[in-house]
């Protein structure tokens, strides 16, 4: 059975944007862990209860992602300072930017999620005086030193 329209909650859709470091796996269920963990820790149970958020879309690809979380409508401002305070998924460090707010799922789909990153592309780079392995994407790389990443701009590289 169908609620009224009146009686049925009144949905926000936050389009957030995800970066991480290539080659990262991330699930849609440790993201959901992290966001979760965050709320809770930001306004308690209570607030996390009041600001119900869900999951409702998740994609990564090549250290971009692109998510659709569902929050009570009131509740917009304390769950953008929420996932503002997301700073790692299962330990491994994320980057994530609410780019709108949506009243409809479609109308946050269209808007705010879909934009293409510029394709990474792998190449030996200097950096520290020494040749490495780098990801480059658009004006930043993912520079490997020591089996780990540092984060680096063209300008950084020679």
Known sequence: MTLPKHLRGRWRYLAVGLRTWSGVPLSRAAFTRALEDAIV??????GSAAIDARVYAFSVADGYGESVIRVQRGEVERARAAVATVTSVE???VGLSVRGVSGTVRGCEEKYL????????????????????????????????DDAFVGATLLDLE
């Open 91 to 93: 330990s491994s460090p």
């Open 41 to 46: 820790t930001l306004y308690g149970d209570a």
């Open 114 to 145: 879909g934009r293409q990153p510029e394709p990474p592309r792998e190449s030996t780079v200097v950096f520290e005086d020494a040749q490495r392995r780098a990801t480059i994407r658009g004006e930043t790389a993912d520079v490997v030193v």
